[in-house]
RNA sequence: GGCGUUAUGGUGUAACUGGUUAACACGUCGCCCUCUCAAGGCGAAGAGUCCGGGUUCGAGCCCCGGUAACGCUACCA
């Protein structure tokens, strides 16, 4: 079967859906230059959406911090949470009641079913697959639960999860589901390789799957512009549109940003806070021109200034006929040497208030200076103290950090967990307390080796004003980075000797 | 394992509807400049386009078959 294609005399309206799960991601970032591109060029509008249906990774902080992010960033959106809009509200969370409308629509018309099994049985069956090397799925095992069975679970409260119905079933026959995608043509899946995929939670809260589908649709979506690790859920996506009826947006599936190593770009690997880059003094028209250059789509370029580009020039210049599919590597190597380049073309005077707001900001060093006031005893010993916070390249040598009580790899191993804890961790003091010296409990590290060790990893030395407070001011994007370098350096290190 | 996607120097990209020794940038190395380090200038090395077939006078571009990498395979997005 093939479906249909969107009208192609819409109006243009894309989105982009992040999720406020942590720090705004240098991905959505990526997508979101795209999106704003492709919407300029055509006179269209561009919805900032937040999808947070994920209770349990929802983080109270993220939203604004994407905001920001996309702000400083020059991505402006036509409709938003913040800016409101004719379609919203832009908040999944606020979007409860539609899409439980939208799956009662299912659920009546056949294409989707209450399943009550518990996660613990779906876990068994899984694993039961898995010994087996069968594809771990869903068995379908309540798809024709009888009324009267589903009548009764539901009577005395058990709870459930509505899943999709995969055709073939009464209603639809079909065994397979194709879709266009726009950069790569079209792309068939077998539906005995779809899932039936849960709709909405048990709490109440719907999946990706069921509100991007119903909120694009909703939200006049004309063109579905995200990342590469969509493209096996478009199926899904399409199934879901033609069970409500409802035509179809084209889909554009953008390469996948990847780090050095070919991998998907994670934080292991790769700094991937936009606010790193913000605090670690990038420039935003360098973090943008660079992310111009992932994937193509601008045109030939074949001189040093071809390869320098603003915002605007994009939006003029930039063809998704050009996109490039191998998935590129978001080398810092040349992000850097491109911040240089627009750091240099700065005026001394631009340059230098660059500087005081976003290096020696006046917010930052009155963070700073309480930290050693005590601590020394002419004002020129100021940065004696403060160095970390103004270097990029800190690395505790191993007599250092290591502890004299503790092995090498004990101590790595420690390290690791330091840094589970401080990815989980509010970045207040009042947080980062317990959370460090519980898991120094658990572990038997007392609390002078626990913070003698981080403080090594963040400020490069024995000495420091106090470790907390200066992490809270140094920032969590940064900090959190550092240990990261630091774990990575030792395991290169480690590498070399063997 | 299954399904899907992708594949040009170390990295990002270029190469008109197949047409001369595969181009540019980053990085690397060398030289110049210079009190140092950068920046800047000049130059060099580095791929024969994942592999194997085929079509063609001619293939990075087309066809077939492999391989590898990556993604998905959650009541995460």
């Given at each position: 079967m093939t479906n249909s294609i969107t009208s192609?005399?819409?109006p243009v309206r894309v989105r982009i859906a992040p999720s406020p799960t942590g720090d705004p991601h240098v991905g959505t970032a990526y997508i979101g230059l795209i999106n704003y591109i492709y919407a300029k060029q055509r006179n269209g509008k561009f919805v900032l959406r937040i999808e947070d249906t994920d209770r349990a990774r929802f983080?109270?902080?993220?939203e604004q911090m994407i905001f920001d992010a996309l702000h400083w960033l020059g991505l402006t959106w036509?409709?938003?949470?913040?800016?409101?809009?004719?379609?919203?509200?832009?908040r999944q969370s606020e979007r409860t009641h539609i899409y439980r409308e939208y799956v009662d629509l299912l659920l009546k018309n056949g294409t989707a079913y209450r399943s009550f099994e518990t996660p613990e049985e779906l876990e068994a069956l899984r694993q039961r697959q898995v010994a087996a090397k069968l594809?771990?799925?869903?068995?379908?095992?309540?798809?024709?639960?009888?009324q009267s069975q589903v009548d009764a679970y539901l009577a005395e409260g058990r709870p459930y999860v509505v899943r999709m119905k995969v055709p073939p079933h009464p209603g639809d026959q079909t065994t397979s589901t194709s879709f266009r995608?726009?950069?790569?043509?079209e792309i068939t899946f077998e539906h005995?390789?779809?899932?039936?995929?849960?709709?909405?939670k048990s709490d109440g809260f719907p999946t990706y799957h069921l509100a991007n589908v119903v909120d694009d649709h909703l939200m006049g979506i004309t063109d579905v512009i995200?990342?590469?690790?969509w493209i096996s859920s478009t199926p899904k996506h399409v199934l879901l549109y033609k069970a409500f009826g409802w035509e179809l947006p084209r889909f554009w599936h953008m390469p996948l940003l990847r780090n050095l190593d070919k991998s998907k770009i994670s934080k292991r690997k790769n700094p991937v806070s936009l606010v790193y880059y913000r605090e670690s003094g990038f420039l935003p028209e360098a973090v943008i021109n660079f992310l111009g250059l992932?994937?193509?789509?601008?045109?030939e370029s074949t001189g040093p200034v071809a390869e320098k580009f603003s915002l605007a020039e994009m939006v003029e210049r930039f063809d998704?006929?050009?996109?490039?599919?191998g998935g590129p590597v978001f080398d810092l190597t040349k992000l850097k040497w491109l911040n240089g380049e627009y750091l240099r073309a700065l005026s001394p005077e631009a340059f230098y208030a660059s500087l005081r707001t976003n290096i020696l900001s006046d917010a930052y060093l009155s963070q700073i200076a309480p930290l050693i006031q005590s601590r020394i005893?002419?004002?020129?010993?100021f940065g004696d103290l403060t160095i970390f916070f103004f270097r990029d390249d800190v690395m505790p040598s191993q007599e250092v950090f290591?502890?004299?009580?503790?092995?090498l790899e004990e101590t790595l191993n420690f390290a690791a967990d330091q840094l589970t804890v401080l990815e989980a961790a509010d970045w207040t003091h009042e947080a980062l307390e317990p959370a460090l010296k519980k898991l120094g409990e658990e572990k038997s590290w007392s609390v002078k080796e626990n913070f003698m060790l981080l403080r090594a990893i963040i400020?490069?030395?024995?000495?420091?004003?106090p470790l907390l407070e200066s992490m809270v001011v140094f920032g969590k994007a940064r900090s959190l980075d550092r240990v990261r370098r630091f774990l990575d350096a030792q395991k290169k290190l480690a590498n070399t000797k063997k």
């Open positions: 192609s005399e819409a983080v109270a902080t993220s036509d409709e938003g949470p913040d800016v409101g809009g004719p379609y919203g509200p832009y594809p771990p799925r869903y068995d379908g095992a309540h798809r024709e639960l009888p995608d726009e950069l790569r043509g005995s390789n779809v899932d039936d995929q849960v709709l909405m995200r990342a590469e690790e992932m994937g193509g789509g601008m045109p998704v006929k050009n996109i490039r599919l005893e002419t004002l020129g010993q290591l502890p004299k009580k503790r092995t400020t490069g030395s024995t000495m420091s004003p």
